[in-house]
């Protein structure tokens, strides 16, 4: 069992940056894949960015590529999603989420904590 926590959303102008932190309780971080979705109102969730155990391998989606890093510090039992150039397009509920093996598919992850708002300005 893994319990997930975010934090660090917020309102932020076009430009700015922000980032994102998710906390997992339980042993086994370590051996899950960590990914993070959004879901902005009146549309469906959507994969944004994914990271491998080890931290050494990542996969983004095209619209935030180049402007969005995912981390993980499995000594904190913690994953970061730090967001640069921010658009307000990225406006959103961002979600962490868990999963056994590497996928971009939300159906495919087993534990998601509560989500974290933001909010971008114009």
């Known amino acids: 069992q893994v319990q997930l926590v975010e934090s660090g959303g917020g309102l932020v102008q076009a430009g700015g940056s922000l980032r994102l932190s998710c906390a997992a309780s339980?042993?086994?971080?370590?051996?899950?894949?960590m990914g993070w979705f959004r879901q902005a109102p009146g549309k469906e969730r959507e994969f944004v960015t994914t990271?491998?155990?080890?931290?050494?391998?990542?996969y983004y989606a095209d619209s935030v590529k180049g402007r969005f890093t995912i981390s993980r510090d499995n000594a904190k039992n913690t994953v970061y999603l730090q967001m640069n150039s921010l658009k307000p397009d990225d406006t959103a509920v961002y979600y962490c989420?868990?999963?056994?093996?590497?996928?971009?598919?939300?159906?495919?992850?087993?534990?998601w904590g509560q989500g974290t708002q933001v909010t971008v300005s114009s």
């Open positions: 990271v491998s155990w080890s931290g050494a391998i990542t």
């Open positions: 339980g042993r086994t971080f370590s051996r899950y894949y």
């Open positions: 989420a868990a999963a056994v093996r590497p996928t971009m598919k939300g159906e495919e992850y087993d534990y």
